[in-house]
């Protein structure tokens, strides 16, 4: 079976990005032998697991046709809230309000997009600002610490095993299960799709695109309340932008995955490999000794790649036949 020039351009369109994982992944093996080391992958997937957490969220927001690049800042807001009231009202208290909290930022988000259909970057790219200003403002411009970090059981979340297994692991994956049974398993998930993919006829067709797209950023929220939790947890203390930049690497890890930028294609596991692909390769990158903020070109450049194959593949070539 041969494959012509079009065939090799449907499967690049589709599955290029995992082609090029896999050749990533044998180039970092043969750099350095500790890549494929079982602790340094089981390092990997656990210190993917908070930008993971928070894909999961973004997964849905992205599928229902929007974007949220609030999450970043957000997420910083998370976690200076419960690290700020754990040592006032106790971990009991402070997690559930914590999670309440940022719940209202994503509700409010929602109803800005859903309800008065607004665009949603510019009013996540707004909030991004917001938040920011606003996190800075709850701790007075200071990061924060618990004080007594030896005598919580606050750190369960983010240094804890089971079984062996990192508690951020189970979480993420737990949260995945869920969120997958969720997206593929209910007529929310349908829901979801059918807004994404068409929101005047889902809307013609008696969904309510408003509510969906409201609940979208509900469980984006949710999300990042997790992360912030697991990122608290962790280290016990946190500078107050903690989560700056991080809206770049989810969108980058949900588009790695296979979500469509134009809504209504994406699933929660393809999400889970697109944070793991991301993941290795940052590691990859730092093991053959390219320093830290070679990333930061990196992700820019696989977000081009993955956008860029995300059109090729809704037109059939990689290249624009009017080129």
């Known amino acids: ?55 999961l969220g973004v997964t849905f927001v992205v599928i229902g046709g929007n974007l949220d690049l609030s999450v970043g800042s957000m997420m910083s ?100 299960a869920v969120l997958t049974l969720l997206l593929s398993k209910t007529p929310f998930g349908r829901k979801v799709y059918a807004v994404g993919g068409n929101g005047q006829a889902a809307t013609f067709s008696g969904i309510p695109r408003a509510r969906v797209v409201f609940y979208t950023y509900l469980i984006s929220a949710f999300c990042v309340a997790v992360a912030g939790l697991l990122q608290a947890s962790r280290s016990l203390g946190s500078q107050n932008t903690v989560g700056q930049g991080l809206e770049l690497e989810v969108l980058a890890a949900v588009i790695l995955g296979g979500a469509s930028l134009l809504g209504g294609s994406g699933t929660v596991f393809k999400t889970v490999i697109g944070v793991l692909i991301l993941g290795f ?24 790649l993955a956008v860029w194959l995300d059109v090729a593949a809704k037109r059939g070539r990689l290249w624009s036949p009017i080129a």
């Open 1 to 55: 079976m041969t494959l012509n020039k079009q065939d090799i351009g449907r499967l690049l369109a589709k599955q290029g990005i995992l082609i090029a994982f896999i050749v990533f992944m044998i180039g970092f093996a043969l750099a350095n032998q500790r890549f494929i080391a079982i602790d340094n992958i089981a390092g990997v997937i656990r210190s993917s697991a908070i930008l993971g957490v928070m894909a």
């Open 77 to 176: 807001f998370s976690t200076i809230v419960v690290l700020d009231l754990h040592d006032k009202i106790g971990p009991a208290l402070a997690i559930p309000a914590m999670f309440a909290l940022t719940l209202c930022l994503g509700a409010f988000i929602g109803f800005l997009v859903g309800y008065l259909k607004l665009n949603s970057l510019i009013v996540t790219l707004g909030m991004l600002s917001a938040i920011h200003g606003l996190t800075l403002t709850w701790s007075g411009g200071k990061n924060m610490d618990i004080a007594d970090k030896a005598g919580t059981w606050f750190s369960v979340f983010g240094q804890d095993r089971i079984m062996g297994i990192p508690v951020p692991i189970l979480i993420f994956a737990l949260l995945a």
């Open 281 to 304: 390769i940052q590691n990859g990158l730092l093991l053959v000794g390219l320093d830290f903020y070679v990333q930061y070109i990196v992700t820019w450049a696989i977000i081009i």
